[in-house]
């Protein structure tokens, strides 16, 4: 039985998953391609296979999802996610829909031919997946824009938390809603934030405004990036992305919320 296809992306979104190295198991085919991971560094792109599509649950018939493995969700009634590559655990509201483990989000410039990922997220929970829709370019096939999503990456040759969030959060609001222009980009200040389990780092909001709309869909962005280390002392963040400026905007008291339970992640903690 073949997998669900992911949704396909709007004006510079892109969504991929990732080929598990098993041969029992083979990840679901996205019709915009694949994106494999290094061990080192952000989760940026390799070398992209053919496309196969097959079921995406594990041969042994256990989940695949997100939210495998960590504690109990800190919220009543919200589900965990996991990315255990990185060590970082946090909670959704049960309206977001989670990806699975292996699935990266990720941006490029437009007109790269290689489509090489300026900033990626893995193992994400979006919201509204299919929240516009339009055929701008006429050829038929519609295409769909997600509201918002939530996620977490490496950050490999950061020097600090703050520029780590500037540097992230910036790029994903640039990648999905004003390139090539960042003239339309408004950089907050790195704050200081702790979330409830007590992990410590730095958040940095990004907003954009005024930007062209060149199709439908096309809105202001908005990404709150926070980067920290993990247990093992590398830099990695979490970031949320979304539409600005709109009716349906997540309010900065959800996102505030969300952050607040990130947490540290090990192997040996329970399901969620």
């Known amino acids: 039985m073949n997998a669900p296809e992911p949704p396909h992306p709007g004006r510079n979104r ?9 041969a029992a198991v083979v990840v679901a085919c996205a019709a915009v391609g694949y994106l494999a991971l290094r061990d080192g560094g952000n989760d940026e792109a390799g070398p992209r296979p053919t496309p196969t599509a097959s079921a995406s649950a594990r041969a042994d018939g256990t989940d695949r999802g997100a939210g495998g493995g960590g504690s109990d969700p800190l919220v009543p009634g919200w589900n965990t996610v996991v990315n255990a590559k990185r060590g970082i ?14 699935w990266v989000s990720y941006v490029s ?16 929970a979006v919201l509204k997946e299919k929240w516009c829709t339009s055929d701008d370019d006429k050829d038929g096939t519609p295409e769909e824009s ?19 969030a500037e540097d992230t959060a910036e790029t994903w609001v640039y990648g999905l ?3 090539p222009d960042r003239s339309r980009l408004t950089v907050g200040e790195p704050e200081s934030f702790r979330t409830k389990s007590g992990v410590e780092g730095s958040l940095v909001t990004v907003t954009s405004s005024g930007a062209p709309k060149k199709g439908k869909c096309d809105t202001d962005g908005k990404a709150v990036t926070f980067a920290f280390k993990n247990a093992e002392g590398k830099f990695v963040s979490w970031t949320y992305v979304g ?30």
């Open 109 to 124: 410039e437009n007109d790269d031919p290689e489509d090489k990922p300026l900033a990626a997220m893995m193992a994400p």
């Open 146 to 164: 997600s509201l918002a999503s939530v996620g977490t990456t490496g950050e490999q040759g950061a020097k600090s938390a703050a520029e780590a």
């Open 14 to 22: 892109t969504t991929v998953t990732v080929v598990a190295a098993c």
């Open 89 to 102: 655990t946090f909670d959704v509201p049960a309206s977001w829909e989670r990806q699975s483990a292996d």
């Open 177 to 179: 809603y004003t390139q």
């Open 243 to 272: 539409a600005h400026g709109v009716q349906d905007e997540v309010p900065d008291a959800t996102i505030r919320q969300i952050l607040g339970t990130v947490r540290l992640f090990n192997e040996g903690d329970g399901a969620g």
